[in-house]
């Protein structure tokens, strides 16, 4: 589904939480929508999904108005940042999603199942008493299940764990090839896989667009340790380890967080600088794209 917003605002009182957007994504774009908290990423999905009013428009599929948005809701999907608190059993939320979409329940179970929630044991409770990590499974499978061409993932697997984030990835993959993906998040490993195009914005405003991978690339920070033999005999190594901003951990080894450039810059130094007291090195990624405004964590 082709999603379009020409000079898209929206004013809460004297504030923008989106200052003027304009945005095309041709059917089967896959984007990251990134940017510090309030930068306006919900905001922007929200008004894709006709939640709020706003000026300017957006038209899916070259179309506008409420009445398109019905025509096109079968086709659609989302998976909200805030889990809405209803009070439907997890079985009848199944039932009527399924029984709307026109789709047999067990497409939404097995996703489910693979993600690691089995539907059958929980079908008695409401979904607002489940556990964060329960309502994104079961919000994802009601999405994924779908099969929708557009779907808009805001921050989807903020309460899984590492396994379950990873069985979503493989599962968007297989079961949404060619739909439209607007995904906030800032998650490497769902970056690489899942989009090859990075929006990045900034005080309601779009302040970067371009491809995933160099973006991802430039703006990746690493871990660089340096496990160092008998500092406190040796001023050179003291000294460049104090100037380049390096910690002390333990067991010998020292640490800073680095991004790109600084990473290809620092091994070759440390090597001439440290020679053979260096002893060993490690670099780790951290597993988040940082952005302006925003500390790596
Ligand atoms: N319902 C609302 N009422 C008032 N201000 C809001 C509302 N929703 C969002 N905002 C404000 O709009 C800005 C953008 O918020 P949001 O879109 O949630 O940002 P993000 O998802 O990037 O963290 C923020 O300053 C936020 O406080
Ligand atoms: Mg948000």
Redesign the pocket.
Known sequence: MRVELHHVVKR?GK?A?LAGVDLDLASGTRIALI?P????????TRAVMGLVEHDGEIRLDGRAGAAARAALAPRIAYVP?IAPQMAATVGDLVRTVAGVRGLAPRAIVDVAAALGLEVATVKDRAFRGLSGGMKQKLLIALALGARPDLIILDEPTASLDAEARARFVELERELLAGATVIL?SHRLDELRAMVHRVVA?AD?KIVHDGAADAYVTGHTHSIFELLVGDVAANDAAATWLATEGFARTAGGWWSRAVDHDAKMRLLPEAMTVLGPALRDVVVRDLDRVTVAGEVAS
């Open positions: 809460y504030l939480a940017g908290n309030g930068s306006g990423k919900t905001t922007l940042q906030c914005l309601g």
